[in-house]
């Protein structure tokens, strides 16, 4: 390995722990456990190395925002660690989490990889991904995302409909809905990104509370670069984190 490249792989170390310090000190602000926060990494803009460097540091679950460079990726991760299996530092398996929007015709890929689609945002996709799961004799796991933001170019259903929604989507036997995904808006206005994430956790808790949902409904999926401790502050159970890490 080049000094360049060993330089890079030194400072993602680095981000790395000062990540997960932070996720520590920000759980210690509101009196929660880091062991309540997983931290996903997003390797959407990460070259291969990188990735395979975040592995060897312990990262077990990573993400990802298309399906197309998941299969890629995920491939290529896969090849990582079967050539290097006898490594007991390595992980035996990844979790891949599909993070972005979902295109129902490529529902079966991304069920292929995925241990988790936290970006099921209608009815009609959870439809298909019920069909879909059924066909492959699966039941995956899914998060509803909200639009908590407002914001009409994001993705997710309307804070209003998402109990509905929800409600929906228990009667699906071939998917789990474990919980909420969301993203705040970006922006420097840490008031407006704070009551996004306000919002959503009301309506984790809301929905929580109506006992129609199961027990595994425990998932909290907000938090990404830019505003992860605030997420933490605010309740999240999953961050989705890349640029802070690869950048």
Not at 74 to 94: C, R, T, Y
Request: charged share 25%; with cysteine; net charge positive.
């Amino acid at each position: 390995m080049c000094f360049a490249m060993m330089g890079c792989m030194s400072k993602i170390s680095d981000r790395l722990k000062q990540i997960k310090d932070n996720i520590a000190s920000a759980c210690q602000r509101v009196g929660r456990e880091p062991e309540q926060v997983k931290l996903i990494v997003v390797t959407k803009t990460a070259p291969l190395e990188a990735v395979k460097e975040v592995i060897r540091l312990g990262c077990v679950d990573l993400g990802e925002n298309r399906v197309q460079h998941l299969k890629q990726i995920s491939g290529e991760v896969e090849k990582f660690i079967a050539d290097n299996k006898d490594n007991p530092k390595l992980p035996k398996k990844i979790n891949w989490h599909m993070i972005g929007h979902l295109q129902r015709n490529k529902t079966r890929h991304a069920l292929k990889i995925s241990s988790i689609i936290h970006s099921v945002d209608t009815l009609r996709l959870a439809e298909e991904i019920n069909n879909v799961a059924g066909k492959m004799s699966i039941r995956p796991n899914v998060l509803l995302q909200v639009n908590c933001s407002g914001e009409p170019q994001k993705y997710g259903v309307p804070v209003g409909a998402a109990t509905h929604l929800a409600e929906q989507l228990l009667t699906m036997n071939n998917l789990r809905l474990v919980g909420l995904m969301t993203m705040a808006p970006l922006t420097l206005n840490k008031d407006i990104v704070r009551a996004c994430f306000v919002r959503a956790r009301e309506l984790f808790e809301e929905i929580k509370g109506e006992k129609v949902i199961g027990a595994e409904f425990t998932e909290l999926s907000m938090g990404m670069s830019q505003d992860y401790e605030m997420a933490v502050e605010e309740g999240a159970t999953m961050l989705r984190i890349g640029s802070a890490i690869f950048a």
